[in-house]
């Protein structure tokens, strides 16, 4: 069975600051790959997508996430954070024709400090 | 807003009631998707619908647990006879058909004394 790790429960990290958010899969056939935040008593929200393509992929808000399939990471980074992006953030993958259906990691809090 | 939306935001229920969730979908998207998500977990899946057709359950629902979505737009979730062990976040997406992303509602939140 697939499943996805994210490592990190918690990362806090000062403002301005970069971050790497680590997130690693297991799956017997090709999968695509997210990343979706969660703030506060809200729904999920997709930040990013790997589909196919160019292995490094980015958000409109200046995350970037690359796919590495010899190491199935999928690790999200930003070099310089803002307050605004204290949240949950969830990596999650879909196996190829494998009926649309996320299967999550835990989550990892990024509480982003001044 | 055309967003996924769901009815209730919150939900207190005592144990052993019945309770019932309503999700709309994006009008143009054909799948729905229902997810539960306890406190310091990922969401995880329990089941979704290509139009009308319910395609896949989870064993997390369990006998209790009941999901249509009769004319293929709105979808309903019931748990009856709740226990506290149910009190978790539940999540409805939607998609148009595959390899499409996911959109979330803002979920209801369940809690059973």
């Known amino acids: 069975a697939q499943s996805v790790t994210q490592l990190d429960s918690q990362v806090p990290v000062f403002e301005e600051a970069p971050v790497e958010l680590r997130c690693n899969y297991s799956?017997?056939?090709?999968?695509?790959l997210f990343w979706y935040v969660q703030y506060p008593n809200q729904g999920l929200q997709l930040l990013l997508k790997?589909?196919?393509?160019?292995?490094l992929v980015e958000s409109i808000n200046g995350f970037e996430a690359e796919f590495n399939k010899s190491q199935t990471s999928f690790h999200l980074r930003k070099p310089s954070v803002h307050i605004s992006d204290t949240a949950e953030y969830f990596c999650?993958?879909?196996?190829?024709?494998?009926?649309?259906?996320?299967?999550f990691g835990t989550g990892t809090q990024l509480k982003v400090e001044l | 807003d055309t967003g996924v939306s769901q009815d209730p935001r919150h939900k207190i229920t005592k144990r052993g009631q019945n309770v019932t969730f309503r999700c709309d979908p994006i009008?143009?998207?054909?799948?729905l998707y229902w997810y539960r998500q306890t406190l310091g977990q990922g969401p995880e899946f329990l089941t979704y619908?290509?139009?009308?057709?319910?395609?896949?359950k989870s064993r997390l629902l369990s006998d209790r647990f009941s999901a249509e979505r009769p004319k293929g737009s709105f979808s309903t979730l019931e748990i009856q006879r709740t226990e506290q062990g149910d009190s978790a976040m539940y999540l409805c997406?939607?998609?148009?058909?595959?390899?499409?992303?996911?959109?979330f509602g803002n979920g209801t939140r369940l809690t059973v004394t």
């Open positions: 997406a939607s998609s148009l058909v595959s390899d499409s992303p996911l959109h």
């Open positions: 790997y589909l196919s393509g160019s292995t």
């Open positions: 009008s143009e998207h054909n799948r």
């Open positions: 799956s017997s056939v090709s999968v695509y």
């Open positions: 999650a993958i879909i196996l190829t024709g494998g009926g649309n259906k996320l299967t």
């Open positions: 619908f290509q139009n009308e057709a319910q395609l896949e």
